[in-house]
């Protein structure tokens, strides 16, 4: 019943879609720009978006990309899978964020905006008297989140990090039995071989600070996507998100056709991950690559002191897929720099 009455509030009978004080007639498209407003000495922003209504009704289905600013792939996507769609051939809503975080895409940031040093990603639902990560995140929640049936969550590997293999993700505790079915169901459908399950659960809103996991706290099924590293700029990391995205659409019979389905994906439960000691300089392991498997113990790479010292050698901490290492020498102390995914039972 949820997730049928977020899509009446954002489509009224004639099949008018609004978001904003934006209005889409059923058949046709929209290229325009949310606001985020300005507040006092902190500078608004905005963020493109492209809304295709369909001409036939069906679920709306939200894609964001951009929530990191470096993380290239999935904005490139979004480009292609925008000219993809022609809305006279639509079933339903296609909302797309071509760039959710703009202060961080045109300041080149890893992480963070660079106004105010907050994570996107971490700054849901937001809050339209914060900081501009704030505000962008309360904008998000509010005119793209809350008028959705399904949204797709999509980065890559940041400026700093590579990432193997492509994966897709959603909470499979989180969000209520309904809500995870159709999350699963959605991520399966993207196509992808290797599906992540996050575990665990949120209390309130406030508490689910990640932008997928605010969507399905708010009823809306959500699923994540990975794929790209590195700031590169490569149609092997930009087509499966392409693909996927049409996939979805299928599944949900937005569009024509019939979803490429894996025949036996990996199921990864859970994660293990190591995080910085110190400040100082990272050099991977040349013997090790991300999507290798990897035992418990195997030496990853150094750290050393900005003057080659050997500070440490960071090891495996888990048995299972290596997600994600870091990839560039900078390191801080608390960054992330090894995830390793425990393959399910």
Known sequence: MLLISINVKAQNDSGVFYIADIEVNAGETYRGFLEVPAMQNDPGTVIPITIHNGSSPGPTLSLI???????????????????????????????????????????????????????????????????????????????IIDKSDYMLDI?????????????????????????????????????????????????????????????VKRGVASMDVESGELGMIDDSYINPITNGVLNVMRELEMIAGEPYLPTNPLFINDRARIYSEHNGIWYADPLVKTGDYVSEGTALGVI????????????????????????????NEGDNIVVVGKVMN
Request: no cysteine.
């Open 65 to 143: 990309a951009g929530i990191h600013g470096s993380e290239y792939s999935p904005i490139l996507s979004m480009q292609k899978v925008s000219e993809l769609i022609d809305p006279t051939e639509l079933a339903g809503t296609l909302v797309i964020v071509h760039i959710a975080n703009m202060p961080a895409f045109t300041g080149r940031t890893i992480y963070f905006g660079p106004q105010d040093r907050k994570n996107l990603n971490r700054s849901f639902p937001g809050d339209l008297e914060g900081t501009v990560t704030e505000r962008v995140a309360h904008v998000l929640t509010t005119e």
């Open 155 to 215: 980065h890559s590997g940041d400026a700093n990090e590579s990432l193997r293999p492509s994966y897709s993700a959603y909470y499979a505790e989180a969000g209520g039995k309904e809500v995870i079915a159709e999350s699963r169901r959605i991520a399966i459908a993207f196509g992808l071989e290797t599906i992540v399950q996050f575990a665990g659960d949120y209390d309130s809103l406030d508490e689910a600070i990640y932008t997928s996991a605010q969507a």
């Open 304 to 331: 050393t002191d900005y003057h080659g010292n050997e500070l440490e050698t960071v090891r495996a901490p888990a048995s299972g897929v290596l997600l994600i290492l870091f990839g560039t020498p900078p390191v």
